[in-house]
């Protein structure tokens, strides 16, 4: 299906103008951001043009994404007959689960919920509240948010380390005392120039304290630095390793879809989940931070900073690194909070 074709005859524009609010929307750049921003770029799109063609967007992509799974997945188990095959591929017309479970074979549970993926009309969403009750009920609290960022050289540039090494230079911690209450904010951010473990390791212990529970968002990250920091300096050993084995992991609930969303277009990346889930909040944007708005301009920024002579300069980009870590932090804090919100309906 050409996508962009059909998004041009639905909404009556031309092609070019929705190839131009396509880039824009898979550069991560907001609907409100666009609309107010890039009229020159999209034609002077309005906003409820550009949201109808986001919503659409989201919607046949996930549904060719969906199609894809739901046939790769039934031909593996032997049940894919022709009829069935036909139905998915009318999929346009939100085949329901009932119905593709009742036309030959049965379906395993697991391809019922791939189909009813398939089906979710723009805005609709999946809460499978069995689950994530059981997600939420296991966390404990206080609950400390943990978020790090490193960066990497060809060159080793301090002992110990190797090519390509993943050196922790930064992190953001949210703190909360119980589940939807207020939060305090800390962070560390080294000096640029020099070895950043021992001074980043020996804050982090300060910060969560032996026993306390942290959550990371794709925590296999966070627990490998607080590990590798471990080995590096033994006299941190126990709390850093307090902090990797008490530490939960926000993407599970995402990744397996115990809460999805057509917005999220199939993915479950934080930069998805969150705008799909909390809105549109100017102040919950990546991209409306002042220079670095991914991992990797951090990861790139701070590598560079010890080059930067100019001191307001240093501080700006210091400023910005602060600021990106610091969202990736308040965003498991409101993504969490909105999964506790779906359990109280």
């Known amino acids: 299906m050409d996508i962009n074709q059909k998004l041009t005859e639905e909404l009556e524009v031309k092609r070019w103008q929705v190839d131009a609010a396509v880039n824009l929307i898979d550069e991560g750049y907001t609907i409100p951001f666009i609309s107010r921003y890039r009229k020159e770029v999209t034609g002077s799109l309005n906003d409820e043009q550009l949201r109808k063609l ?43 689960v009932e119905d593709l479970s009742n036309s030959g074979d049965a379906l395993t549970d697991k391809q019922k919920e791939l189909v009813k993926d398939l089906s979710l009309m723009p805005g609709e969403s999946i809460i499978r509240k069995a689950e994530l009750e059981k997600f939420l009920g296991a966390l404990h609290y206080p609950m400390y948010y ?109 990744k397996n879809k115990w809460v999805y969303t057509s917005s999220m277009r199939g993915s479950c990346s934080i930069k998805a989940v969150l705008p799909a ?31 930067v002579e100019d001191a307001a300069e240093v501080q700006k980009i210091r400023d910005g690194l602060l600021l990106y870590c610091g969202l990736d932090t308040l965003a498991m804090v409101k993504i969490l909070e909105k999964l506790y919100s779906y359990i109280r309906k």
């Open 146 to 254: 943990l978020d790090f960022e490193s960066f990497q050289k060809a060159i080793p540039p301090f002992p110990q380390t190797h090519p390509y090494s993943q050196i922790p230079f930064q992190y953001s911690l949210h703190i909360q005392q119980y589940a939807g209450g207020p939060v305090e904010h800390r962070e560390f951010l080294a000096e640029a120039g020099k070895d950043p473990r021992w001074d980043l390791a020996e804050q982090l212990v300060r910060d969560i304290p032996m026993g306390a529970h942290a959550i990371a968002y794709n925590s296999s990250f966070e627990k490998t630095v607080c590990r590798k920091l471990a080995e590096r300096f033994p006299n941190l050993k126990e709390g850093l390793h307090s902090i990797a084995n008490n530490m939960d992991d926000l993407l599970i609930p995402l």
């Open 277 to 307: 889930l909390c809105g549109d909040d100017p102040s919950l944007d990546y991209h409306s931070l002042p220079g670095v708005q991914n991992g990797a301009q951090a990861s790139e920024t701070y590598g560079n900073l010890q080059f």
């Open 54 to 96: 986001y919503e659409r967007l989201i919607y046949l992509r996930n549904l060719e994404e969906k199609k894809e799974q739901v046939l790769s997945s039934i031909e593996e188990q032997g049940k894919l007959t022709e009829e069935l095959k036909q139905q998915i591929l009318a999929a346009e017309t939100l085949v329901s």
